[in-house]
């Protein structure tokens, strides 16, 4: 490509924000090449939100912005952004011009000693917040096919399932300036990876050139962005260099040698890369953006990497480690930036890669569109543990993976925000799928959505319900037959509401004990409670020792201002122990909703179009007998429409 200069250019332009009482300084640090010893000077423009526009001539070092709007992450305010625009120019003539939002805010990572060990928290304008959100990677293997339009559509959905912050994982690429600005505009804080991922790296003079124009290009082109929260170093590279290679892991005791020789070079390289070369260039070219060396860690120079009591984790001892979900309930981590569980697409995405003939999870098409070597069989076996075998068909079997993913992540993910405060974020892998195949993510590569996103929506919400509770799960004897469960098993439930919002939040809880018919056999009345701003509350421990285990679940909802705005109920025991009478599921369309009913007590109920590709105000959801539930229709027709419970897992 050839470039034309008359007499100069702007390179970038570092905008630095100083923040005083009803006032932000800007600094203006434009990076400027001179040709043939031009004399050049520059103008600022600053466009507020509103459309002001006020003009700095005479190559303004610093200018001032009076009683400035604040720029906030999604759920915690608004998001304005100013446009700042440097004229280049020679003898009067505008010869150069760069250009960029930005949003008015501080943002750092609030790291400090605490009883639980070391906090880590994003901190934004001075308040720190429990990151929500979910590991963004390649929206295609071909990357010609994505588009502006198909980003703002993803990030769009990660914000309706009420996600604050979305990782770029290092295993990609750096998105595009698409992408940036659209996070700008959501309030969806980014934590940023270099890209290396899992792997070792020899840094010869040649490479650690390429490297370092390649980090200068790309932290200069994304630095202005309001959304940037962190630059992370790499992808799992520390916790694997500290390690030896994945094969030799805690709880991955695979009998395979190591992924690479560990070499005194390789380990020194690792430290002179991430820990010299990357720091000295982001603290030189976006000294107001916190570095961090990689992910998982605890800070650095392989002091314990995967510590819970400081830093980030990536918690895989669920799905790889193939330990139960309860397991979550054992860890109270600081920060949980990478964990997930898997699960097929929808029968629609299925039939997109297969003939009818290929649609058996164990066909050779099926595994072929399986990311995880084995991973059809880790699903059957935590199916096994948790739901009855589904003979209705594949496509059943593919809504039965569905639910164990959305379960396996609301049970940390829930467990983690009661502990807000010693837990500070939860990123669950992976929000997106380059291309049709079982995976982890909550949204498939057509842009369906799985349980999981609804289940996201309601997990994630600002105010959130949920219960603790005791059962056949927390049972201290692991060898307890099933016919014995309903003697003297602890049952009982806890209550917590989560408030992520910036006001306190009062709320009425209700809850009570039913059973499969949905006949009310304790009413557990109500209670008002006021959550404090970006805080949770416990409720009593409260013991239901007459709760039969496999006829018997506990409702529970807040309400504000009359309206729901979280329930969800919980068994005593695994769902394929619960006896479930046929919920007979009816709908009705009326205008943009559609009304579901049911005649018995109905577990997670999905509701789907023809091409099961509409997007719906919620679904998954939990139905007690008599109920109407109304539910907007966000996108898509309403033709062909097929419902199913865990009913019909059998």
């Known amino acids: 490509m050839l470039c034309g200069v008359n007499g100069g250019r702007i390179i970038s332009t570092y905008v630095k924000q100083t923040h005083g009482e009803n006032t932000v300084t800007l600094g203006i640090e434009p990076e400027i090449e001179t040709v043939n010893g031009a004399e050049l000077t520059y103008t600022v423009t600053l466009t507020t939100p509103n459309g002001e526009e006020k003009v700095y001539t005479d190559s303004p070092k610093e200018i001032t912005v009076e009683n400035p709007q604040l720029w906030w992450p999604h759920g915690l305010g608004e998001q304005p952004l100013y446009t700042v625009r440097v004229d280049l120019q020679r003898d009067g003539e505008i010869v150069d011009t760069w250009e960029k939002r930005i949003g008015l805010r501080t943002m750092t990572m609030h790291i400090e000693k605490d009883r639980y060990g070391e906090s880590f928290a994003h901190e934004v304008n001075g308040v720190t917040f ?72 020899n840094l010869s003079d040649e490479f650690e050139e390429n490297l370092r124009a390649e980090f200068n290009d790309n932290i200069k082109r994304i630095r202005s962005h309001a959304s940037l929260g962190l630059w992370c170093g790499n992808n799992e590279m520390e916790m694997f260099t500290f390690f030896g290679g994945l094969a030799l892991m805690p709880n991955n005791p695979t009998g395979q040698p190591p992924m690479w020789e560990l070499t005194p070079k390789q380990k020194g390289d690792y430290t002179r890369l991430y820990e010299y070369i990357l720091p000295k260039t982001v603290k030189a070219l976006d000294p107001q953006t916190y570095y961090w060396p990689s992910s998982p860690s605890s800070g650095g120079d392989f002091d314990n990497p995967s510590d819970e009591t400081r830093g980030d984790v990536h918690y895989w001892d669920v799905w ?32 997109s890669f297969t003939e009818p003939e290929d649609r058996n999870i164990f066909s050779y098409v099926m595994e072929k569109h399986q990311r995880n070597n084995a991973a059809n069989s880790k699903i059957m076996t935590y199916l096994g543990q948790t739901y009855r075998y589904p003979t209705a068909g594949l496509g059943t079997l593919l809504y039965t993976s569905q639910l164990l993913s959305a379960e396996a992540m609301k049970y940390g993910v829930e467990h983690w925000r009661r502990h807000r405060g010693q837990c500070m974020g939860a990123i669950v892998w992976q929000l997106n799928d380059c291309w049709p195949v079982a995976s982890w993510s909550s949204i498939d590569y057509f842009g369906r959505w799985k349980a999981l996103h609804y289940y996201e929506k309601r997990f994630f919400a600002p105010v959130l319900l949920s219960c603790e509770e005791k059962g056949f799960l927390d049972d201290p004897n692991p060898n307890r037959e099933c016919r014995d469960l309903n003697t003297d098993t602890v049952k009982s439930i806890r209550l917590n509401v989560s408030n992520e919002t910036m006001q306190p939040q009062t709320v009425t809880v209700k809850w009570e004990l039913r059973n499969n018919c949905s006949e009310i056999l304790r009413d557990g009345g109500e209670v008002e409670i006021t959550v404090p701003a970006m805080d949770t509350v416990w409720l009593d421990t409260v013991g239901l020792p007459e709760a039969n285990m496999f006829t018997d679940h506990v409702h529970y909802a807040c309400y504000q201002n009359g309206e729901m ?7 005593f025991s695994v769902p394929k122990y619960y006896d479930y009478i046929d919920p007979q599921l009816s709908c009705r369309v009326e205008g943009d909703e559609i009304i579901v009913s049911a005649k018995a007590y109905a577990k997670s109920v999905e509701v789907l179009n023809e091409n099961e590709d509409w997007v719906l105000e919620d679904n998954y959801f939990d139905l007690e007998a008599g109920e109407e539930r109304r539910i907007r229709i966000v996108s898509g027709n309403a033709n062909g429409i097929h419902m199913r419970s865990v009913y019909n897992i059998r």
Request: hydrophobic share 40%; proline share 5%; with cysteine.
């Open 565 to 571: 705005i979280s329930e969800s109920t919980v068994l």
């Open 320 to 351: 790889h480690g193939s330990l139960p979900f309860t397991d979550y309930r054992n860890h109270n981590f600081r920060y949980v930036s990478e964990f997930g569980f898997q699960a097929f697409p929808t029968l629609k995405t299925v039939e």
């Open 130 to 201: 429990f990151a929500m959100g979910a590991d963004y990677i390649p929206e295609d293997n071909i990357l010609p096919r994505t588009s502006p339009e198909r980003t703002r559509k993803l990030l769009e959905q990660a914000v309706a399932a009420n996600h604050n912050c979305v990782r770029v994982w290092g295993g990609g690429h750096y998105p595009s300036d698409a992408f940036y600005d659209v996070c700008d505009e959501l309030g969806l804080v980014i934590w940023q990876d270099f890209m290396f991922a899992c792997a070792h790296y």
